[in-house]
C-alpha cells in the first residue's frame, strides 16, 4: 500500500510521530465546519479515528505545532487512543500508526490536519513532547520512566502520577502537579507558574523569568 505523508500547518507547523508499532483504525466523516486551511488547502471537516494496539516500545515521542494532549496511564499492554482531525472531503483522510510514527493520508492527495490525541497509554511508557502551542494532560503515570514536555506555550497539568522524572521547558506556561510524586523535576520557563498541591518533589530545578511556585497540601 501507498501512503501520503505531509508536513502541515494547523495556523503552526505539525508533525507528529509516535513510538509505537501497528494499529487499528476507523473514521467517520462529520458535517462541514468552519475549515482550517493546510498547505494553502482548506479543511472543512472534522473526523475522528481510533488507533488501538499492543505496545512493544518503552517510549512515545510526539512532535506537534497545535496540538492538545489528554492521555491516561493503565495496566494494559496497549494503546487505545482517539485522534481527532481536519480532512479535505467527508471519509478522505485515513490516520494510521506505522514504523514507529503517527501518519496521514487521503485518497484525494490533499492535506490532513490532527488537532488532538486522546486517550490510555501503559502507565510505564516515557514521554517525549514537542508542541508549539496547546495543553497536556497526563493522569496516572506509574513508574521509572521520564516525562520531557517542550512547548512554546500552553499548559500541563500532572495528576494522580508516580514516575521518575519530569522535564518541562516552555516559553510561556504553567505546570500543576496534583496528588503526584515525582522523584526529579526540571522547570525552566521565561513566564509561567508550578504549582503543586499534595505532590511531592525530591530533587528540584527551577528556572523561572516572571512566575511563582505555589505549594499547596
Partial sequence: MKHNYFTYWLWFPTVLLLGLLGCVG???ADAALGGTKVNGVWLQYQNAATIVQDCDTDSIEILGGTLSLDLHGTPEPGVNLQVSYMEYLPGDATIY???????????????????????????G??????????????????????VSIN???GSIDVIDSRFNSLFVKTGTGSVGLKNSSVHAVT????????????STI??????IGTGRIIEEN
Fill in 202 to 207: 525530591s530533587h528540584r530545578d527551577f528556572s
Fill in 97 to 123: 500508526l506505522e514504523n514507529g510514527k503517527i501518519s496521514s493520508g487521503s485518497k484525494s492527495g490533499k492535506p490532513v490536519a490532527i488537532n488532538s490525541i486522546t486517550g490510555s497509554i501503559p502507565e
Fill in 151 to 153: 512547548i512554546g506555550t
Fill in 125 to 146: 511508557l516515557s514521554l517525549a513532547v514537542n508542541n508549539g502551542t496547546g495543553k497536556a494532560k497526563l493522569t496516572a503515570l506509574k513508574g521509572n520512566q521520564s
Fill in 187 to 198: 522547570f525552566k520557563a521565561g513566564t509561567g507558574n508550578m504549582s503543586m498541591k499534595n
Fill in 26 to 28: 476507523t473514521h467517520k
